[in-house]
């Protein structure tokens, strides 16, 4: 019976450590499996696909697209994603069924067609494919980010979507299986080897004699009842201490194997972390609203876009032509230098405009104010830029692309001052928190200080001793007055407010940069004196001499850093220019 045992739980252990190594090969779960949308769903021009399927089973992803066709597959930020995507009738795909075949896919209905999304600012990276695209989901940077798909925007986008995802390959029962397989295996084969060696077994010819031997000891000594009694309770107590060796082994071994097995089963499960402990949902709150949002652009996207106006810029410039700014100027710049050419056209000494550069990028400046209009600036100087040079840019809508709106030379021995690269804050033009001054009151200073020799802001706002344009512009104008013999002259510097941009600094004070109108007006003083107006204006105001009088406007824009609340220190003018842009007679 014994060995019985023993030949069983060999077996026993044989089949428990195959099983084992079978969930480790041949019932090994696959690395990957797939999932496809389905072939009856809806059509639509766009199809999202959600951020949360990218890490949904691991961080490996691998997308398989087909359609007819070019189409196109770029990675945003899904509110910028949502927001591209507006009211316009689209697909999401945004989950994958319980039996991990096939994709879900939500639709929503609404407008029928969009502009075509290739060459948008909001896409860190986009992929141009025709009839097929296999696509490696990574992403770009930290935090979420999600897909868009479409062909031109009419059409609809493609629908054979297919998801490669990472298979959970883990088999917590393979090693418990194989070590307990192998103790029962050990157990059996130290039961059989105790077995064969007891002298009482039931196996050798040895054991025959064993037992006559026993035999007859047992009848030399049964004169004594007392006796045999007592052998008689000596051998029942005899033959259950020799059972206790077997028992002792295997049970020993069992328990070592149980013991063994669940140690592994533990210790595989502690590579799965636990799940996180129930919070208060107002925590959760307060922490979601605690966390720092994204920055709108990445360092790349901003090289990019820079790269688009600076090409757009040097072929405006090349040519002489406006129409090839249009693309990527918008505002104030595209106004100076649409004047500027004009100028140039006709006096071929008129100075030309800075050149944009996007090289040698100094530093950029990246709100994190996620809702529209976006501002950002970068701080440049490339070739033809003696002095770095302040580039604002603005991205209007969702849809629209960033536009430079001004460029504005940084003040001859001025830092910049400090703001995190990281992403920061914009602020309203009127939001004065945390600051000495709101962005508006901080223009409207500068504006009267250039207005006024004696204004209320000479000793509120400087700027520093190699700085010079707040000195020359009051110098300029008071040699006007005192050398217009035969005219009145008079002059104004105005805020436009819709051009003002603030962005927070990493002291807690504020950097504004916006546009002001120079107007300068003169009349003649008596009937019959005649105004005389340079070559420049002339080529705006369609001749040179005037009786009636004269307007000239010029575009000024600037930049002023805002200490913050409670500082003593003044303002500074940080960057300044200005250029003609318009002379007419009255």
């Given at each position: 019976m014994r060995f019985k045992t023993a030949v069983a739980l060999v077996l026993l252990g044989l089949l428990t450590l195959l099983a084992g190594i079978g969930q480790k090969t041949i019932w090994a779960p696959s690395e990957t499996f797939t999932a496809s949308a389905p072939a009856d769903a809806a059509g639509a021009p766009l199809t999202v696909i959600d951020q949360k399927l990218r890490s949904l089973h691991g961080d490996k992803v691998k997308i398989n697209v087909k359609g007819d066709g070019n189409f196109i597959l770029a990675a945003g930020r899904p509110d910028d994603v949502d927001a591209w995507v507006g009211k316009t009738a689209h697909n999401t795909v945004s989950g994958v069924s319980e039996d991990r075949k096939s994709l879900q896919v939500e639709h929503t209905d609404g407008e029928a067609a969009a502009p075509s999304p290739a060459g948008s600012d909001l896409w860190v990276s986009s992929e141009n494919a025709s009839g097929e695209l296999d696509y490696s989901w990574s992403p770009p940077a930290d935090g979420e980010w999600s897909l868009l798909l479409a062909s031109d925007g009419t059409k609809p986008a493609p629908s054979s979507i297919s998801m490669t995802f990472a298979n959970d390959t883990s088999t917590p029962w393979a090693i418990p299986l194989m070590v307990i397989g192998g103790m029962l295996i050990l157990a059996g084969i130290a039961l059989a080897v105790l077995f064969a060696r007891r002298p009482d077994g039931d196996g050798g010819a040895g054991s025959r004699f064993a037992r006559r031997a026993r035999a007859r000891a047992e009848g030399r000594s049964s004169a004594s009842a007392g006796t045999v009694g007592g052998a008689g309770s000596s051998a029942t107590s005899g033959s259950g201490a020799s059972k206790s060796p077997f028992t002792a082994v295997v049970t020993a071994a069992l328990t070592a194997a149980v013991v063994a097995g669940t140690g592994v089963v533990a210790a595989n499960a502690t590579t799965t972390p636990a799940p996180a402990p129930a919070t208060d949902s107002s925590a959760s709150a307060s922490q979601a609203a605690a966390a720092p949002a994204s920055p709108v652009l990445l360092d790349a996207q901003f090289r990019r876009i820079l790269e688009q106006v600076s090409s757009a810029t040097d072929a405006g410039d090349a040519a002489k032509d406006a129409s090839k700014l249009t693309d990527r100027l918008a505002g104030t710049e595209l106004e100076v230098r649409s004047q500027n050419y004009k100028i140039r056209s006709q006096v071929g000494s008129y100075e030309a405009r800075m050149p944009v550069r996007s090289t040698k990028l100094l530093t950029t400046v990246v709100t994190s104010k996620r809702d529209w209009p976006r501002s950002v600036l970068a701080v440049t100087q490339g070739d033809g830029n003696v002095v770095p040079q302040l580039l604002t840019l603005i991205q209007l809508t969702p849809r629209d692309n960033y536009k430079l709106i001004g460029t504005t030379p940084l003040q001859p021995g001025t830092t910049f001052p400090s703001i995190?690269?990281?992403?920061?804050?914009?602020?309203?033009?009127?939001?004065?928190?945390?600051?000495?001054?709101?962005?508006?009151?901080?223009?409207?200073?500068?504006?009267?200080?250039?207005?006024?020799?004696?204004?209320?802001?000479?000793?509120?706002?400087?700027?520093?001793?190699?700085?010079?344009?707040?000195?020359?512009?009051?110098?300029?104008?008071?040699?006007?007055v005192k050398s217009g013999e035969n005219g009145n002259f008079s002059f104004t510097h105005k805020v436009v407010p819709e051009n003002t941009v603030v962005f927070r600094t990493a002291d807690g004070g504020a950097l504004v940069l916006g546009r002001l109108n120079f107007g300068f007006d003169g009349t003649p003083k008596a009937s019959g004196d005649k105004l005389t107006i340079g070559d420049d204006a002339a080529a705006l105001a369609g001749g040179k001499e005037t009786t009636t009088g004269m307007v000239l406007s010029f575009a000024e824009t600037v930049g002023v850093y805002i200490p913050p609340a409670g500082s003593t220190d003044p303002m500074k003018l940080v960057a300044a220019t200005r250029g003609l842009v318009g002379a007419s007679f009255k």
């Open positions: 995190n690269r990281g992403g920061t804050d914009s602020l309203a033009a009127n939001d004065k928190t945390g600051l000495l001054y709101s962005g508006e009151e901080a223009l409207s200073g500068l504006a009267d200080r250039l207005t006024t020799p004696d204004s209320s802001f000479k000793d509120k706002l400087v700027e520093g001793q190699s700085s010079p344009y707040i000195a020359d512009t009051l110098s300029y104008q008071a040699e006007v």
